[in-house]
């Protein structure tokens, strides 16, 4: 006579139940992985506005990469962007301070700019132009010049307001690229120069719309 077999478990009597914890399981390892790419790899962000005009324009989604900040910090360094590249940063606080904490309440909680200066570095706006000093150009240089591509595309030519200030250590000053009149809320005109924690990272490329499909 042949032995009697092992009991089946209760996951064999129940497969139905077997197949909810697989797909509990798979649904929650998916998350996990959209969170920590999120967080680490890179986000996408819609662009509100037109301070950004000609380079981005309203309701365009963008890709930042968040991967050159997240080794950054890995490795205990302050993440730096480079001059003239698009930036999302965090908004300050309600009061408008530019702390480190995390924003909550603010409408616009996460903003997109053009970096124009350094720590140490005077930056000027008179007469509708832009200008930087430092100690490699210590009469001045005009940046808009290397990234205006064309009159539809890049920083537009004037520049609104009257401004001469040397950036604080640890801050950034930005500039939407629309800067005439009060197009663009930005270093110039409120929002102040932004420490570099507030940094999200970089543009890589524009997803949508994808006939205007572009990297960064």
């Not at 924003?103 to 997109?112: A, E, L, M, R, S």
Request: a neutral charge; hydrophobic letters at 40%.
């Amino acid at each position: 006579m042949e032995k009697a077999s092992k009991s089946a478990t209760f996951l064999q009597r129940h497969p139905i139940v077997k197949d909810l914890i697989s797909l509990v399981v798979f649904v929650g390892a998916v998350a996990l992985g959209t969170l920590l790419l999120n967080t680490f790899v890179f986000r996408s962000y819609n662009v509100v506005g037109g301070s950004m005009e000609n380079t981005l324009l309203n309701d365009d989604r963008v890709i930042v990469n968040r991967l050159t900040v997240s080794w950054s910090h890995f490795l205990s360094r302050e993440y730096v962007p480079k001059r003239g590249q698009i930036i999302v940063f965090a908004n300050g606080d309600s009061s408008g301070a530019m702390t480190c904490s995390a924003p909550t309440g603010i409408q616009d909680q996460y903003i997109i700019k053009r970096v124009i200066a350094f720590p140490g570095e005077r930056v000027t706006v008179k007469s509708g132009v832009m200008t930087i000093y430092n100690d490699e150009y210590p009469e001045g240089f005009i940046y808009d010049k290397e990234w205006r591509v064309s009159s539809e595309d890049g920083p537009k030519e004037y520049t609104s307001g009257e401004v001469d200030l040397i950036v604080p250590e640890g801050e950034l000053f930005v500039s939407g690229d629309n800067r005439e009149g009060s197009n663009s809320y930005d270093s110039r005109n409120g929002l102040g120069t932004i420490p570099y924690c507030r940094v999200v990272g970089p543009i890589t490329f524009r997803l949508f719309p994808i006939n205007r499909f572009r990297f960064f």
